[in-house]
């Protein structure tokens, strides 16, 4: 079920960003490598790189993946019902399909961009009690997140390019769970918060996306 989730979300993006892609070069095998391009980039996704294609001078699809660690997406911490947890972001895993369109064609003007499309995720986030009686974890995924936002990208030169991209994915409902470390912690869970890992997980409904980005475009 994910596996077909994943595949029709892939198609209504590709099938949105033929909508913007007329005229377009797909179908000239001259113009095709020019209009490739290929970067890295790191922000609050983690670290990774990103593939382009120019459908058009107006529209771009972008395929990409990030992960590794980035410190204070939501912040170092988190208070829930009176007790503070410290966040650790070093499990993230992105794949993104997104469709860039610059809607104005004015030069300086057509730096800017808007964004969107999705997010295929398997993240976790590892928590700690203050007093470290409590551990565990939230985890996003693997689910395949809507993504909005939008950009600024600046040439440097006919090759080079930078960029910068804000959004935000909406993850919905997230995973937590938690253990106890000692018989405190325990006594905790077992008391007035039982639902103390349902509302860690709603702490992370929504995901900030900052990123920048340099790329080389053939």
């Known amino acids: ?7 029709a979300v892939t198609a209504a993006v590709f099938a949105a960003g033929s909508t913007f892609a007329a005229p377009s070069n797909l179908g000239d095998p001259a113009l095709s490598l020019s209009n490739l391009s290929v970067g890295v980039e790191a922000g609050t996704t983690g670290y990774g790189v990103n593939f382009g294609y120019a459908v ?15 410190p204070n997406v939501h912040g170092d911490s988190l208070n829930v019902d ?3 947890y410290k966040a650790n972001y070093s499990d993230l895993q992105n794949t993104s399909i997104v469709i860039k369109y610059s ?11 808007v964004q969107f499309g999705t997010y295929i995720q398997d993240s976790s986030i590892k928590l700690t009690s203050n007093d470290r009686s409590i551990v ?3 985890s996003t995924g693997p689910s395949v997140n809507p993504y909005l936002g939008f950009g600024f990208a600046p040439k440097i030169d006919d090759h080079w390019g930078v960029n910068v991209d804000l959004g935000v994915i909406y993850q919905g409902q997230q995973q937590a769970k938690l253990r106890a470390t000692n018989a405190a912690g325990q006594a905790y869970l077992d008391s007035g918060f039982p639902g103390e890992d349902r509302n860690l997980a709603d ?12 790329s080389y475009r053939f």
């Open 103 to 113: 809607p104005l064609s004015a030069q300086y003007y057509n730096w800017f961009n």
């Open 1 to 7: 079920m994910k596996t077909l989730r994943i595949l």
């Open 136 to 138: 565990g974890k939230v």
């Open 82 to 84: 009176h007790r503070k």
């Open 203 to 214: 702490q992370y409904k929504w995901a900030p996306v900052a990123k920048a980005g340099v």
């Open 56 to 70: 058009n001078p107006s529209t771009s699809l972008n395929i990409g993946w990030a992960g590794g660690s980035f």
